[in-house]
């Protein structure tokens, strides 16, 4: 039997769901919900269903992945290559950890995590896909 949610729950679902509208997505992050919540944080989501999870099952969304286990990353090497070069072409310089965090769909986290350090990654990037100040346009 299926519980009732009380009205401070059924307005943190609907919450949930403007918010994976708005992006397009059928997963929502904590951390992209706390970008564009306007009621509510990620703690009292979690804490009124007990977990972020839960809260984001309770509105209809598929949560991502708890723990270690088979976890595949969210995003793949070449997406977060591009938006290091997507922002450097946006500020017209390369992105310092602050601006890439504020301008960037991606924390620094992943960047650390594959490559040692944002500036590594940064690095990779320009390495890859070449600088854009150095791309000439035809």
């Known amino acids: 039997m299926e519980r009732k949610l009380t009205e401070r729950q059924l307005e943190i679902v609907n919450e949930i769901r403007r918010i994976a509208k708005l992006l ?13 919540h306007q009621i ?14 839960r ?24 997406e977060l290559l591009e938006e290091v070069i997507r922002v450097h072409k946006e500020l017209g310089k390369q992105p310092s950890e602050r601006e890439f965090s504020k301008f960037g769909k991606f924390s620094i986290r992943p960047y650390i995590a594959r490559w040692g350090t944002f500036k590594q990654g940064r690095e990779q990037a320009y390495k890859v896909f070449g600088r854009p100040e150095d791309q000439t346009s035809v």
Do not use: C, I, M
């Not at 397009?24 to 564009?36: A, N, P, Q, Y």
């Open 40 to 53: 509510a944080g990620v703690s009292t989501a979690g804490y009124q269903f007990g977990s972020w999870n």
């Open 55 to 78: 809260a984001v099952k309770a509105a209809g969304l598929k949560p991502y992945p708890t723990g270690g286990g088979d976890r595949s990353p969210k995003f793949n090497d070449v």
């Open 24 to 36: 397009d997505v059928e997963r929502l992050s904590s951390s992209e919900f706390d970008k564009h």
